[in-house]
């Protein structure tokens, strides 16, 4: 499986941004709907966070506090591609974005918003928000 996060750049406080990241390798006939798949950003000497997830087959999604009612996660099952749309951006929003997917078997509820959760990992992109 791999992922390929897309869509990051240099932009000003108060903008918008939408990262993309495009699923390939699956499974024959599933698409990236029967998977939980998730962003997570990590900041220069930071841990990395989870940002939002969005769960399989209609399961729900889930936002960080920092992040709610600005972020929106979707995805487009034709595409098998997982979008983050970023409304709003703040300073403290900078930071490499990692897109990742549940394996097979999904991940439980209780941990979604964890990053051992998941199997896959894209490669980042990078988020720069000047004020």
């Known amino acids: 499986v791999q992922l390929q996060a897309s869509g990051g750049g240099l932009v000003q406080a108060g903008d918008s941004l939408r990262l993309s990241c495009a699923a390939s390798?699956?499974?024959?006939?599933?698409?990236?709907?029967?998977?939980?798949m998730g962003w997570f950003r990590q900041a220069p000497g930071k841990e990395r966070e989870f940002v939002t997830a969005?769960?399989?087959?209609?399961?729900?999604?889930f936002y960080a506090d920092s992040v709610k009612g600005r972020f929106t996660i979707s995805r487009d099952s034709a595409t098998n591609t997982l979008y983050l749309q970023m409304n709003s951006l703040k300073p403290e929003d900078a930071a490499v974005y990692y897109c990742?997917?549940?394996?097979?078997?999904?991940?439980?509820?209780?941990?979604?918003?964890?990053?051992?959760?998941?199997?896959?990992w894209g490669q980042g992109t990078q988020v720069t928000v000047s004020s």
């Open positions: 990742a997917s549940s394996g097979d078997t999904g991940i439980i509820l209780s941990q979604v918003r964890f990053g051992d959760s998941y199997a896959y």
């Open positions: 390798g699956r499974t024959s006939g599933r698409t990236i709907s029967n998977y939980d």
């Open positions: 969005i769960r399989r087959r209609g399961g729900g999604m």
